[in-house]
């Protein structure tokens, strides 16, 4: 099981980028999918989280600027980010909880996936 993301890169501000992340593998099932951001210096931080039946929640810092989303269907998870703020620079790593499908009668474990990070640098 691996997940890719893609859709970084610079936006000026007040402008708009769309993250996306796909799970791929052997998967049985995923729970929780969403969003981290890390910036330089700083602790890593949740942006947004989006359950499986499609509940999303968002930090107060983006709340209303961002929006989550998933397709169930293609395991994918994405985050549109409006309205971009320079401080919202920083490294954003997808995850999601997926418990692997190992074969006929194999125990299901939930495990938290990570994605590759990718950059999001707003200018002024």
């Known amino acids: 099981v691996q997940l890719q993301a893609s859709g970084g890169g610079l936006v000026q501000f007040g402008g708009s980028l769309r993250l996306s992340c796909v799970a791929s593998g052997s998967i049985f099932s995923v729970r929780d999918m969403g969003w981290y951001r890390q910036a330089p210096g700083k602790q890593r931080e949740l942006v947004a989280v989006i359950t499986d039946a499609g509940s999303p929640n968002y930090a107060d810092s983006v709340q209303g600027r961002f929006t989550i989303s998933r397709d169930n269907a293609q395991n994918t998870v994405s985050l549109q980010m409006n309205s971009l703020k320079q401080e919202d620079t920083a490294v954003y790593y997808c995850?999601?909880?997926?418990?692997?499908?190992?074969?006929?009668?194999?125990?299901?474990?939930?495990?938290?996936?990570w994605g590759q990070g990718t950059q999001v640098t707003v200018s002024s």
């Open positions: 995850y999601a909880d997926i418990s692997p499908y190992y074969g006929p009668g194999s125990k299901l474990r939930r495990i938290h996936y």
